[in-house]
Nanobody
Framework: QVQLVESGGGLVQAGGSLKLSCAAS????????VGWFRQAPGKEREIVAA????????YYADSVKGRFTISRDNAKNTVYLQMNSLKPEDTAVYYC????????????WGQGTQVTVSS
C-alpha cells in the first residue's frame, strides 16, 4: 500500500511558476513509477508527466514539454513537478499517482491539488 499527498498548488499569474510535491508513505516507494495527472472542469483526466522508479526515465505530454520538469527523491519518498511558464490552460486539479513498475494501471492516487493560472 502507498498513500500519496500532493501539495504546492495555488493561484499564479500566467508566465509564473509553481512546484508541486507528492509525498508518499508506505514501503518500497522506490519500486513505483509515479505520474502527475490533471483534470480541468468538463475535461477528461490526462497524464502530464511520469518518472520511472529509479528516476532515469521520464515522460512528458506534448502540451508541457519544455515547461514542466518531473523529478524524485527516493530518500525523501517525494516526487516533484516543477511548472514554469504557466498558461491559463494549465488550470486544473493536479493528481499524483503511483504504480508498481511492471504494471500498466496506476493503483494509488492522491487527493489532488488545485492549480489556477490567471491571464
Amino acid at each position: 500500500q502507498v498513500q500519496l499527498v500532493e501539495s504546492g498548488g495555488g493561484l499564479v499569474q500566467a508566465g509564473g511558476s509553481l512546484k508541486l510535491s507528492c509525498a508518499a508513505s508506505g514501503r518500497s516507494f522506490s519500486r513505483y513509477t509515479v505520474g502527475w495527472f490533471r483534470q480541468a472542469p468538463g475535461k477528461e483526466r490526462e497524464i502530464v508527466a511520469a518518472i520511472a522508479s529509479s528516476g532515469d526515465s521520464t515522460y512528458y505530454a506534448d502540451s508541457v514539454k519544455g515547461r514542466f520538469t518531473i523529478s524524485r527523491d527516493n530518500a525523501k519518498n517525494t516526487v516533484y513537478l516543477q511548472m514554469n511558464s504557466l498558461k491559463p490552460e494549465d488550470t486544473a486539479v493536479y493528481y499524483c499517482a503511483a504504480r508498481e513498475s511492471w504494471k500498466v494501471r496506476y493503483d494509488y492516487w492522491g487527493q489532488g491539488t488545485q492549480v489556477t493560472v490567471s491571464s
